[in-house]
């Protein structure tokens, strides 16, 4: 069972989003990987897998023994497809707050992770604030003609698009747009994170997600929107017990109408190729490149027939 999985309704908000977006980055890490790198699949060798380095994060990190609610860091093992190893270091600030320190820890990090592992490493902080101003994206060092400048990724969630995030086919855009949704609803009426938690619970189960990535999302959504022990919380909680069940039903119908529908173009494609023997000289190769369908599948056809007209005899 996932961390995410195991959180009590109760446990404070930055303690529990901490946890979270752990949670979630594990549980999804290919997915995270191909939203927020476009050409990941063509770069990472995703059947090789991933690691989570938490001790040797632990190692490099400043008062790694203390809890930090307000950010999150993991650094990752990914293998390329040409077979070199790379680090990916990601940082979320859960918290919406000005850090002016963040750029230079960001750095500390680099510096640490290079120094003690040899390993080539990219890093990517996603910030959760709701400052529009506030997207530090390097680190500055100059002193008496020695200088250094310290480019990492940035990901900042509330300059996002909704109706792209809606689109977008990949599961972690259903995280981001919690993030962004709720951000939007802070300060807001309990009625209104009630609806907006809703409105992102049906758009989850109108996707074509597994299953499995569809029951983590749904704890992340209910986690992060953070109820508490409140009459809303099990009001939300039967609302996606009954919108589950009515997805499930509805998943039974349209399986039973792709059945259906796969009979039918079967039965056309039989009839089509029955027309093609009958009626024309073309060659069995040439009737399985016209009617798109297996060689095998036209000498079947082909047999059968010539079975019924010796019958008929």
Not at 123 to 128: D, Q, R, V
Not at 171 to 194: D, N, S, Y
Not at 230 to 246: P, Q, R
Request: proline content about 2%; glycine content about 4%.
């Amino acid at each position: 069972m996932k961390i995410n999985q195991l959180l009590a309704a109760t446990e404070p908000t930055l303690q529990k989003r901490d946890i979270l977006w752990k949670g979630i980055i594990e549980d999804l890490f290919v997915d995270f990987l191909r939203f927020f790198f476009a050409n990941a699949d063509s770069v990472f060798d995703m059947e090789r897998g991933f690691e989570f380095l938490d001790k040797e994060l632990h190692e490099i990190t400043p008062d790694s023994h203390i809890r930090h609610p307000r950010f999150v860091d993991k650094l990752v093992k990914t293998w390329y497809k040409d077979g070199t190893e790379k680090w990916l270091l990601v940082h979320i600030e859960v918290q919406g707050y000005i850090d002016t320190s963040f750029p230079a820890r960001m750095f500390t990090y680099f510096y640490r992770i290079c120094d003690k592992f040899h390993h080539e490493i990219t890093s990517l902080a996603i910030f959760t604030d709701n400052d529009d101003k506030y997207q530090p994206d390097r680190y500055e060092y100059d002193c008496f003609g020695t200088s250094l400048i310290f480019r990492f990724n940035t990901y900042k969630v509330k300059a996002q698009d909704v109706t792209l995030l809606e689109q977008s086919e990949n599961p972690f855009a259903i995280v981001i747009l919690t993030v962004l949704t709720l951000l939007q609803q802070k300060g807001g009426r309990r009625e209104q994170l009630f609806d907006s938690a809703i409105s992102l619970v049906r758009r989850l189960l109108e996707k074509k997600f597994s299953k499995d990535k569809i029951g983590r999302l749904l704890q992340f959504i209910k986690r992060y929107a953070d109820f508490g022990d409140s009459a809303d919380f099990h009001k939300f909680e039967k609302e996606v017990e009954s919108l589950t069940i009515k997805r499930e039903r509805m998943g039974i119908y349209e399986e039973i109408l792709q059945y259906e529908t796969s009979i039918a173009e079967t039965r056309g494609k039989i009839k089509g190729i029955e027309i093609l023997l009958r009626e024309t000289d073309f060659d069995i190769p040439k009737i399985a490149r016209l009617m798109e369908v297996d060689i095998d599948f036209v000498v079947e056809i082909k047999n059968n027939l010539s079975a019924d007209s010796n019958a008929s005899l």
